[in-house]
């Protein structure tokens, strides 16, 4: 969508997405971290956190597309009518496939299915390569404003297609996931900063073709990667402090609602036998 709301909606999905990873993945980290020697295994608790997070990421990206295809000016569905229809909102659209691929391949790395290990980090970071890849050619006869600030997003996506194809290889690494996190947040920003240049609310359009602008986009996507670097750093101190407070009566709890869930005859299984033992 050629508009604020078509800027906002992929905005607050890798802002979202970024924040829930700057606080999951440290969680992991420590987690695995306190675990004892030899202990690598993490609860069932956080296969059904990337499970929610597979179904959410899949819904998120079926409803960018509903949205880029069926709005009063979209394709509807129409790829070519005596020439070619939308092709914008067709581009977006295929941006939002790829994620929702990327969500079926979460909840199928989530289940009990035999997956490839790092089937969901290698379809996350083909989702972002492609993404990068349209928006390469996206902005071709735009003005030089227009056209910087989308290459500026291109160092956030295609580096976060690069860190999160390491993770498929190194997996579990702290600061790659971190790294991760930032970058999604970074983007999700950076795609409101679009918005807020290309389509202001307040009604005042910016020069498109002045260089100063250029520059003060150039440093302002700079100050916005060291918001979202900031905001990863609160949040991993956050979980630290977090875990290091609450962490044993978290675990202990954690792990009882896990073995009261996989094994809820437990307790009529051993009344059972106390009476089979009576009778005899």
Not at 31 to 49: D, T, Y
Not at 238 to 253: C, I, K, P, Q
Request: a negative charge.
């Amino acid at each position: 969508m050629a508009n604020f709301k078509g800027h906002a909606l992929p905005g607050t999905f890798f802002l979202l997405f970024g924040l829930w990873w700057s606080v999951k993945c440290p969680l992991r980290h420590f987690w695995l971290k306190r675990q004892q020697s030899g202990r690598q295994n993490l609860p069932l608790f956080f296969k059904r956190i990337d499970l929610i997070e597979g179904i959410l990421k899949t819904f998120f990206a079926f409803v960018g597309i509903m949205a880029e295809q069926f709005v009063p000016d979209g394709p509807h569905g129409h790829l070519y009518n005596d020439g070619w229809v939308k092709l914008m909102n067709w581009q977006h659209s295929t941006m939002y496939l790829f994620y929702g691929i990327s969500g079926i391949a979460d909840i199928l790395s989530a289940t009990s299915l035999p997956v490839p290990a790092g089937l969901d980090r290698l379809s996350l970071s083909v989702a972002l390569f492609v993404e990068g890849f349209l928006f390469y050619f996206h902005v071709h006869d735009r003005p030089p404003l227009d056209k910087h600030i989308h290459s500026l997003l291109l160092v956030a996506v295609f580096g976060g297609s690069a860190s999160t194809l390491l993770e498929v290889f190194l997996q579990d690494n702290a600061l790659l996931e971190l790294i991760r996190s930032s970058l999604a947040i970074h983007q999700g920003t950076w795609f409101f900063q679009i918005g807020f240049v290309l389509y202001p609310l307040n009604g005042e359009e910016w020069d498109l073709n002045n260089d100063g602008n250029i520059m003060f986009i150039t440093m302002c996507y700079c100050w916005h990667y060291a918001v979202a670097v900031l905001l990863v750093g609160i949040n991993y101190g956050v979980v630290w402090w977090s875990t290091r407070r609450f962490g044993e009566r978290l675990r202990g709890d954690i792990e009882f609602s896990l073995r009261k869930t996989s094994h809820p005859d437990s307790s009529s299984s051993h009344k059972a036998l106390l009476q089979e033992s009576d009778e005899e």
